[in-house]
Each structure stands twice: as structure tokens, then as C-alpha cells.
């Protein structure tokens, strides 16, 4: 194993991290506001990304353009989807229900993809999609730079609204503790709905981010279900920062085991440390008394 | 993805269980009510079981056009020894399971006098098993991987140009006739965990091997890799002269794009299927010249044939036929050749036997050059191998059908 090679996968980890840790932020939120298991977190994702892409062939313009359409547009679909689908479960079965409910909604965005644009599979042409910059012998291409600071910047400022915001502090109370939440005059149900319709606007970017360095057709989603669950699990259920941590290390630690052992079996890393979490720390590693803190 | 599936598999399994207990079903009351459906003397009835739905229907469907197509053509051209070709289709749904009884169903109540093969690897080997069982004589236009011709088949011919580990035949047959100090040192191969697409890349490994080309990088990726940055990490890494990939679409196209973002520039880049689609410069944009790939059938190779072919397909359907409906028009002329030349066309095992010696024997005219077959059904001809040159895709070998020069090193992409 070389050094120049070492660094290179460091560096690739690092960004795949970056990029995974996006992607699974919105997924350990909705657990966090509502315990819901999203299983459309991912669908939602491709169909950010096709639309990025349908974006740039209609108009030609740069697919990062299409977040100003899109960010609102999946913030409202989340908060009508919450409250008009999920608010209905009964409060009792609502993690299990959710699984299944939320499985028809990722089921019916990839039949809706396919019936709209065809299995065919996509990819958004950029001018930059082959740039790349040097860093000590190591190239890092731009497109996944600039997927890495979508990343940063989003997962910055939803922790910010998290933390210094009215609506932060409302959303973690009825994250907290819903009942004492509307004792103190919270409407959690209209709060609930936000906190799902800000998960869902993360899909926005991360589907978007996703798109600049990717093939996208229909069922891509079932390939990014698994990694992103076992994530969320490893970081604590509806801890983010748990959850970018997470990302980052399982990313550097597939990134680097595909030197020796190649493609396969790297990717098993996601399964195994999901085991050796859920045998010896279930709570996972950040999550505390589930997704107290933040 | 393992959250997911792990439920729905079991529940899919049950579903396809309760599909195939009611189809046995309805099988056995049609069977009771339908007497012999059989060609009558004015016609030639052919048995196809297609996966129109399910995971195969995209290929599926353009194996269907082909033989439709084909069929039409026929009997706008008199037919054969002078009857009409009907086509009895069914849909396996892309099931193993269903291919079986649907050949069995093909051949036992409705008689048909020929049958001729569905899609895939997959779906091929139990239903060359079942016209095996039979005796019927079984023409093929899809099961390129080397388990096809390791069953033992004595009725199985493949109706394409080689089968996936000749499909670099030629390029490799090229290579080594480089001079000493033109020709390319070390090789890194990268290619799918997929009996087809890894048998084409190890094909030319080989080959390669043989020569004395040393192999630098040598992965296999499972077939649900989208993150190829890892792999062509390694491959630039190893600075190999030439890169070859054992892909099919996405996984060829993310691996060239990773290997465009690492600045890994060599002399020769092949990958199979992707670079022939049509979305392959859209996804790529202007760096694709000099990339290769090898090609089982392409509309401007001037055999006579082949003109006919693709002028009646236009005519038909507006658009220039594709890969899949090439190889079903195929299957049709090596059965329709060995027809002619036997003339008979019944289930009874005589006939079917003379049709299965003929063709072992004999060299079509088709669509795909002169085809003849070893005793496995492996046919002996090559793939084409063509290459991007100034945005388009040509063909560089062999130099008799070549359309521009192959350029090698290939430029800087």
C-alpha cells in the first residue's frame, strides 16, 4: 500500500463521509421529532436528484440552481406529508406503521420516476464534472468538493436553527418530552410537521448533492437505504451530530478498507458495525436516552 | 437496502408461490379444454417464452420487437417451405421458475413445431434444459456467459458473434501485434461480480496475460457498487498502461468519470456495453475519444443481410433497430436457415435431430456476419470492436468493416 494511495483514500473517505453524513441527517431527525422509520428518506433523495437533473437539461442552467425550487418545495411536501399521512397513525403502532406507510411512498416514487422518465439512467453533465484539484499528490475532484460543502453548510445551519432559533428550541422540546412541550403552550403537532418538513428540505440538498457526481435511474434509492439506517443507529437515533459523526468515520473506514480487501467486502463495514452497536451499546454512540441532546 | 429487502423477499417469494400454484391450476383445466393447438399444414407455429415483465422486461421487449419483426419479414417474403410463421409468445415475468413450465406448456400441449430462446443467462438455462428434454432443437438469442455451454447442452446455439470472453478477441488478437515498443507493459481490469460482464473483461486478461502484459489491478465489484472512487483510486495508483472494465452501464460510466477526476490518463481505456449506449456521451460529454468498446451488433456493419435488416426495421418502427432486437432477428435466420435446408419443421424428433445436426455442421448467413458453432453451442466468430472517435462511435476492427483508424495511445481525456 502506497503513501500517495493512502492519502488519496483518506481524502475520498473523508468526502463520502461528508456527503453520507447529509444524507442521513434527515433520516435520524424524523426519528427524532416523530419516531417514524422513513424509508422514503432515500427515494426522496433520487427524486431530488432527477429533478436536478431534469432542471439542467430544460434549462441548461448549473443543477445547484434547482435548490431554490426544490428546498421549498420538499419542506411543504414534508409538512402536508406529516400532517396528512403520519399525524393519522395511531400513536401506539407508530414506528412500525410508519415502515410500512412510508415503504408505499418510496415505492410509488420509483414507480412514478420510471413511469415519467424511463429506467433509463442519468447522469447531469457538468464542465466540471472531471475537474479536479491537487493536494500533495492527491486529487480532489470538484464536484465532490462542492457536494462536501453543501454537506457542511446545511448540516451547519440546521444545527444553528437547531440550537439558537424559537423554533429550534420548540422542536426539541416536543422532541423531548411532547407532553410537557404542550403544557408549555408548544402547538407540537404544527411543530412536528416543520421538524419533517426540515428533514425532508435536507433530501433537497443531499439528493441535489448527490446528483452532481452520480448515475441516477429509479430504484437507486434501495442502494443507499441500508447504509443510511445503519447509520443513524451507530450515531443514536435522532442524535445529528451523532449521525455526521457516524458518516465521517464509517466513510474514511470503507474508503480505506477497499485498499486491502477490496469492494465487497468494504462495504460489509456498515453491517458490522451496525451488529457491534446493537450488541453492545444499543442506545448508539450519541444518541443518550434516545435523541435527547443535540 | 438489507433493512428492506429481507421483509419483501419473503413476501415476493410467497406471492410467486401463490402466482405458481394458480397457473399450474389454470394450465391443468386448459389442458383439459383446449385439444391440440399445434401449426396446421398451412403454417409453422414458433414457442417463445419472453420476460416482458419483471426485472428482464426492458431487454425483453426489444427481443420481442426482433422476432415480431422478424416473423413479418418472413412472411412478407413468402414464408417458410412456403407456410406462414406464427409466433406464440408467453411472458415468464422474468422468473426461472415460470420459463420452465412455460417451455414445458409451449411444447407438450400446444405442439408447437420450433421453439427459440428467451433473454438472459438467467431464463436460458432452464429452458434449453426443457427443449432438451424434449428433443427440440434450440436457437438462443441472449445467454452469452460461459454456464450457458458448461451444461452439456447437445441442442443450444447462441445466435451472436462469441460468446463474453471472445468479445475482446479481437482487440487482444490486436495488441499483441503491437510492436515490442509500442505495446502496452502492465494492465489494470476492473469489472462487475456478473457472469457476463467479469467474463468479458477476464477474456482479454487472459489473453493478455498470455502475452506477457502483466495485470497491475485486478477488482470485482458486486453489481450494487454506485461509488467508484475507491477503484479508480487504485487503478491510477498503479499508473497501468492500459484499463479495461467488465461493466454495464452505470458502473462503466462512474468509473471513467472517477478515473477523469484522479487525472489517470492511459494509453488504452475498453469497457464493455457502456460506451455503446446512446446515453454514453450525454453522461460523459466531450471526453470520450479513444475510448473502446466491443459490440455484438451495430446497424452500419455492410453485411447484405444486415442492410435488409435494418431498412425493414426502420420502415417499421421509425427508429433503427438495437442490440436485443438484432439478436432475436438472428436467432430467426440460423433457425429459418437450417429449415430451409432440412425442410421440415415438426415436433417430431427426427425432424428436430436434423435440424440440431445441420446447424452443427453448417454456417449461417445473418444479420452478424457468417455464424457457425462449436460442438457447446459457443459460436466462432468475434465481436466487433469499436471506439469514439471525434464524438462519435466507430467501428476499428477488424480492419475489412473498420469505419475509421484505431487510435492508440489514445489522447489525453
Known sequence: MSGPLLLQSLILGLLLGGLYALLAAGLTLYFGVMRVVMIAHSAFLILAAYLAWFFTTQTGLDPLLSLIITVPLFFAAGYGMQRALLSRLRPATLTMMSVLLTFAIALIIEGGLGYLFSGTQRRIQLGYSSASLELWGAR??????????????????????????????????????????????????????????????????????????????????????????AIIVIGGLGSIPGA?????????????????????????????????????RPQGFFGGRLAQRF | ?????????????????????????????????????GGGDDEIVIGISLPLTGDFSEPGKGIQRGYEAWAEYVNANG???????????????????????DYEKLINQEQVDLVVGPFSTRLVIPAAQVAQDYGYLFVEPAG???????????????????????????????????????????????????????????????????????????????????????IAAKVADSKADIVVGGSQYQDGVNLIVALQQLDYQPKLAAFSTAPTETEFAEAIGDKTQGIIAPTGYTTKADYPENQEFVKFYEEKHGEAPGEDEANAWTTGQVVAAAVEAVECAEPDPDCQSKLIDWLHENEVETVVGPLSWDDKGRPQSAHMIQQWVDGEIKIVLPEDQAEAEFIYPKPAW
Open chain 1, 140 to 229: 480532489i475532484a470538484v464536484v465532490k468538493l462542492v457536494a462536501f460543502g453543501l454537506a457542511a453548510i446545511s448540516l451547519l445551519a440546521l444545527y444553528l436553527l437547531l440550537k439558537k432559533t424559537r423554533f429550534g428550541q420548540a422542536l426539541r422540546a416536543t422532541i423531548q418530552h411532547r407532553e410537557a412541550a404542550q403544557l408549555l403552550g408548544i402547538d407540537t403537532d404544527r411543530i412536528a410537521g416543520f421538524g419533517f418538513g426540515l428533514g425532508l428540505a435536507t433530501a433537497a440538498v443531499g439528493g441535489t448533492a448527490l446528483a452532481l457526481d452520480a448515475t441516477i435511474y429509479p430504484s437507486l434509492h434501495w442502494h443507499w437505504i441500508g447504509p443510511l439506517m
Open chain 2, 79 to 101: 414464408g417458410l417451405l412456403g407456410r406462414d410463421v406464427r409466433l406464440e409468445m408467453l411472458d415468464d415475468q422474468s422468473s426461472a421458475e415460470r420459463v420452465a413450465a
Open chain 2, 144 to 230: 452469452a456467459a460461459p454456464e450457458v455451454f458448461e451444461e452439456g447442452f447437445e441442442n443450444l446455439f447462441y445466435a451472436a458473434p462469441a460468446v463474453a470472453n471472445d468479445h475482446y478477441k479481437l482487440l487482444a488478437e490486436h495488441i499483441l501485434a503491437m510492436p515490442e515498443s509500442e505495446r502496452p507493459k502492465t494492465a489494470a481490469y476492473a469489472s462487475m461480480d456478473d457472469p457476463f460482464a467479469q467474463g468479458t473483461a477476464y477474456g482479454l486478461k487472459d489473453a493478455l496475460e498470455e502475452g506477457g502484459i502483466k495485470t497491475v489491478v485486478d477488482e470485482v465489484y458486486p453489481p450494487n457498487t454506485t461509488d467508484f472512487s475507491s
Open chain 1, 244 to 280: 455526521a459523526v457516524a458518516a465521517m468515520v464509517l466513510g474514511v473506514t470503507q474508503s480505506l478498507l477497499q485498499i486491502p480487501m477490496g469492494t465487497t467486502w468494504a462495504q460489509t463495514v456498515f453491517y458490522l458495525a451496525l451488529f457491534a452497536t446493537l450488541m453492545f
Open chain 2, 1 to 37: 437496502m438489507r433493512f428492506t429487502k429481507t421483509p419483501t423477499a419473503s413476501k415476493r417469494f410467497r406471492a410467486t408461490l401463490a402466482a405458481a400454484a394458480a397457473v399450474t391450476l389454470a394450465s391443468t383445466l386448459a389442458a383439459c379444454g383446449a385439444a391440440e393447438e
